[in-house]
């Protein structure tokens, strides 16, 4: 059984997934113009690696005892895809900053697995960092 720390922390990372998947959907399907077309399949693409990490999520709580709630920022995404790309870089340096945070949590509860979970998903939110700084030029 995890702590009501690690549970809650858990429950927090999926919400964050979950938000950000939404909002990439919404903001491919926004963006227009031959230009950005290599965002808008940036953001398409990326819509999966963020499902996947929110099934994980919700599948390790409630394997840990808790119960996946689900309350995730419905935040309306920019139009601008400028402005788009600098937020979600900021959002995404969260992101390992909360998973760095949840993978040493684990380790010092027991949980080995999720522990390199954790630091396997932070590695995945900083890769997508720097995909969207490199599109930004």
């Known amino acids: 059984m995890a702590s009501k720390k690690l549970i809650d922390g858990l429950n927090h990372a999926l919400n964050r997934e979950v938000g950000t998947f939404l909002r990439y959907m919404l903001q491919s399907a926004k963006i ?17 690696d963020e499902v996947g990490h929110a099934m994980y999520l919700a599948n390790k709580i409630n394997m840990l005892g808790g119960k996946a709630i689900l309350k ?23 992101d390992v900053e909360g998973y760095m945070n949840l993978a040493a949590l684990a380790e010092k509860e027991g949980f080995v697995e999720l522990k390199m979970k954790m630091e396997e998903q932070a590695a995945d939110e900083q890769g997508h960092a720097m995909k969207m700084q490199r599109l930004l030029g």
């Open 72 to 94: 995730p920022d419905l935040t309306p995404p920019p139009d601008d895809v400028v402005k788009m790309l600098q937020n979600d870089i900021a959002e995404e340096k969260k």
């Open 32 to 48: 227009k113009g031959a230009q950005w077309e290599a965002v808008r399949q940036m953001y398409e693409g990326e819509v999966a």
